[in-house]
């Protein structure tokens, strides 16, 4: 950039998200804002003579000329400005790369880590002293047997209240997550699966992957779920995420998958092999940067 008034010193902060410069004639300080630190921007080739730039405006009480100094501020932004229809479109960068590089999610890092960790922050978090119940509890209205809450209308004459009579159907009720695996399994397809477990909150996460039960004896849920993980994992997306939510299950359910069935164990073992082979080339990855970093550090010009 060039000014019509000589810059006479300059200073960056210590994080280049400002400079400070001084000019001939002026006892004013001018705080600049680096716009990469603050909002999007695109960059462009250095052209080979400097950008006229305009130094800003100062505010004086003087009503008579607040009128003139609005203009003249209003034209140096417009110098100021970078036209952003010179063709140069914004670039949007698809959710992932390449198949061949591993992806993580847009999810913050507080997320997965709380995922992984729920009982600590729980126990953290408890109250000290246990709420005491009331004397006289107040009157409770009944509610029809499911996992969402519902009152029994007074005009439903085929729901008795007052009957003993328990439908074990209604006892395992299956999960907004179980009935995705079911309806992505046949399109083989677990997007939606994905976006449901991210629009949920680490509790709630945990309460779904807790809610998945062995019935009849048969690991169907347990099969679904280690299906999601695998199709997810080979695709290389949402890394961090899908660690969280495998650390979660087999923590959860490491007494059952010990009795699991062979197609259970199959499943496991195919994770095992994925896993391995995008942890192994990650570290390959990782241990050649630290290595080239090293080196270079100890070298001595």
Known sequence: MSFKSPITTLAFSPMSDFLSTGHVWSNVIYLWANVLYF??????????????????????????????????????????????????????????????????????????????????????NAPEKAVSKPEQAPFFLPTLPGLKPAFVRPEDESVSVSSRHIAMGNMQPETPLVVLLRDCASKDDFSPVMSHLNSLSPSGVDFEI????????????????????????????????????????????????????????????????????????????????????????????
């Open 39 to 124: 909002s999007q921007a695109f960059i462009q080739p250095l052209s080979s003579s400097p950008v006229p730039a305009t130094l800003p405006i100062l505010q004086t009480i003087n009503q008579d000329s607040s009128e003139e100094e609005e203009e003249n501020s209003e034209d140096s932004s417009d110098e100021m400005e970078v036209d952003e229809e010179d063709g140069t479109d914004a670039y949007l960068s698809p959710a992932q790369l390449s198949s061949e590089l591993i992806t993580l999610s847009t999810q913050p890092q507080s997320r997965w880590h709380t995922l992984i960790n729920l009982d600590l922050v729980q126990a953290r």
């Open 210 to 301: 807790r809610s998945l039960t062995v019935s009849d004896g048969t690991y169907s849920e347990y099969k679904l779920f280690l299906t999601f993980l695998l199709t997810q994992l080979r695709k290389c997306g949402d890394f961090e995420l899908l660690q969280a939510f495998l650390s979660l299950f087999l923590r959860l359910h490491s007494s059952e998958l010990s009795r699991a069935d062979d197609e259970v164990l199959s499943l496991l073992d195919d994770i095992s092999a994925v896993e391995d082979t995008l942890g192994g080339r990650l570290l390959g990855e990782l241990d050649q940067t630290l290595c080239l970093l090293g080196f270079l550090s100890d070298t001595k010009v």
